[in-house]
T-cell receptor, first 113, second 111 residues
Framework: AQSVTQLGSHVSVSEGALVLLRCNYSSSVPPYLFWYVQYPNQGLQLLLK??????LVKGINGFEAEFKKSETSFHLTKPSAHMSDAAEYFC???????????FGTGTSLTVIP | DAGITQSPRYKITETGRQVTLMCHQTWSHSYMFWYRQDLGHGLRLIYYSAAADITDKGEVPDGYVVSRSKTENFPLTLESATRSQTSVYFC??????????FGPGTRLTVT
């Protein structure tokens, strides 16, 4: 079975500060891992995905995530937060990119000017 | 336009009424999904479909019915709407290369 835990339902950072959003997963098989972003009143947009290639994955808008098998983690980072990064972020796990996804409960990111 | 669309975008209905939410994708993806999004619960899978005429239950299927007679369409029906089904509903389709594409969502209010 697969599941995802996102630590911290709300995260606040100052503009220009490091963004770190935490995601831990459990999976009985090698996982595919995803981060999605949701802006207010919109659908989910893919930020990046890990599909068993490089463990450090770069995504859109300057975000990246590192797959750490030993820690069963896939934390999302961005070196310098921008006001436009304020949104809801979801981590998801799947056994296949085209198959059923399991989502975390989301982390709401607030960027303080 | 290519993509995944949902209709209606907003819907208000009364308890006990039947409501159908539409989802259409232009990519011919095999997999399609319906989620509901509620505060504190994130996204929960209602139903999914691996191909036309193949559907399966997700985490919260009770009170919902789906069908998939054509690859591109995946309607979700609430047979007798309840207030607990007030939510935002997202449809998604999936490809092996990219992952899941999401529609813009339908905000449903049951009064």
């Amino acid at each position: 079975a697969q599941s995802v835990t996102q630590l911290g339902s709300h995260v606040s950072v100052s503009e220009g500060a490091l963004v770190l959003l935490r995601c831990n997963y459990s999976s009985s098989v090698p996982p595919y891992l995803f981060w999605y972003v949701q802006y207010p009143n919109q659908g989910l947009q893919l930020l990046l995905k890990y599909t068993s290639a490089a463990t450090l994955v770069k995504g859109i808008n300057g975000f990246e995530a590192e797959f750490k098998k030993s820690e069963t983690s896939f934390h999302l980072t961005k070196p310098s937060a921008h006001m436009s990064d304020a949104a809801e972020y979801f981590c998801a796990v799947s056994v296949d990119t085209g198959n059923q996804f399991y989502f975390g409960t989301g982390t709401s990111l607030t960027v303080i000017p | 336009d290519a993509g995944i669309t949902q209709s209606p975008r907003y819907k208000i209905t009364e308890t006990g009424r039947q409501v159908t939410l539409m989802c259409h994708q232009t990519w011919s993806h095999s997999y399609m999904f319906w989620y509901r999004q509620d505060l504190g619960h994130g996204l929960r899978l209602i139903y999914y479909s691996a191909a036309a005429d193949i559907t399966d239950k997700g985490e919260v299927p009770d009170g919902y019915v789906v069908s998939r007679s054509k690859t591109e369409n995946f309607p979700l029906t609430l047979e007798s709407a309840t207030r607990s089904q007030t939510s935002v509903y997202f449809c998604a389709s999936a490809s092996r290369q990219y992952g899941q594409y999401f529609g813009p969502g339908t905000r449903l209010t049951v009064t």
